[in-house]
C-alpha cells in the first residue's frame, strides 16, 4: 500500500493502489482539482497525468508539481464527462470524489486489458442528518451496476464512514461550519439546524470505494 500521510486521503482508498502496480503505468486521474491524488500516486508511476475542468485549479496543481520537482506529471484542462480519455493512453485511471455513469464509461473505453478503474464516490448516506441525498451519490447496487455495464469486473466495492458525534449542538454547529454557506444554499443547513434541534447530535461523512479491473 502507497503511504502517503500528507496528502489526507483514506488509507483505505491507497490500498487499493500498490507500487508494483503502478511502475511502469501511466495513471490517469479525471477530475483531479488542485492534484492530491495525483500528485500522491506519481512517484510511484512512469507517468501521470490530471484533468480538470477548472483552469485554476489546474494552474495549482501545476506548480504544485513544479515544487516537488516531478517532471513526469502533466495537468490539462479537459471536461471529463465529455471527452474520451484514449489520448492520454492510461493503464490506471483514479477518480477521486468526481464519479458518474459517464467517467466510469469512459475509463472502461480507455483502459488495457488487465488495467484498472480505483474511485471514490460520495455515499449515500453522505451528510444524511442533512435529510437530502446528493445527485452525484451513490448506493452500493448502483455502483456495482454501473461498474459492470461498463464491463469492469468489481474486485473491490466498501463503503469508508467517518461518523461524528457531539456533546451538544453549539458543538455540532461549530463542527459544520465550513459548510454552512454551501448547505444555506441548497437548504440543508436549515434541515440539519431541525435535526439538532430534535436531539440529533451526529453528523456522517461517508464515501463509497470501488476497484474495477478491464478483463
Do not use: N
Request: charged content about 30%; proline content about 4%.
Amino acid at each position: 500500500m502507497l503511504q502517503a500521510p500528507a496528502s489526507g486521503l483514506s488509507p483505505r482508498f491507497l490500498a487499493f493502489f500498490s507500487e508494483a502496480e503502478l511502475r511502469g503505468r501511466r495513471l490517469l486521474d479525471v477530475g483531479c482539482g488542485a492534484g492530491r491524488v495525483t500528485l500522491a500516486l506519481a512517484p510511484a508511476c512512469r507517468w501521470a497525468v490530471g484533468l480538470d475542468r477548472e483552469p485554476s485549479l489546474i494552474a495549482e496543481a501545476r506548480e504544485r508539481a513544479a515544487q516537488g520537482g516531478l517532471d513526469h506529471v502533466e495537468f490539462d484542462v479537459a471536461d471529463v464527462e465529455a471527452g474520451e480519455y484514449h489520448p492520454w493512453k492510461p493503464d490506471v485511471v483514479t477518480a477521486h470524489l468526481c464519479a458518474s455513469d459517464a467517467i466510469i464509461e469512459r475509463a472502461s473505453r480507455a483502459l488495457p486489458p488487465g488495467g484498472f478503474l480505483a474511485m471514490a464516490a460520495f455515499h449515500v448516506d453522505q451528510w444524511k442528518e442533512t435529510g437530502k441525498v446528493s445527485r452525484f451519490a451513490y448506493d452500493e447496487t448502483r455502483l456495482r451496476a454501473s461498474l459492470e455495464r461498463a464491463g469492469l469486473a468489481v474486485e473491490a466495492l466498501e463503503a469508508d464512514a467517518d461518523v461524528r458525534r457531539f456533546a451538544s449542538v453549539e458543538e455540532a454547529l461549530a463542527a459544520a461550519v465550513g459548510l454552512e454557506e454551501r448547505w444555506r444554499a441548497d437548504g440543508r443547513w436549515f434541515r440539519y439546524v431541525e435535526f439538532l434541534e430534535q436531539g440529533g447530535r451526529t453528523l456522517t461523512r461517508s464515501h463509497l470505494l470501488a476497484k474495477a479491473r478491464r478483463p
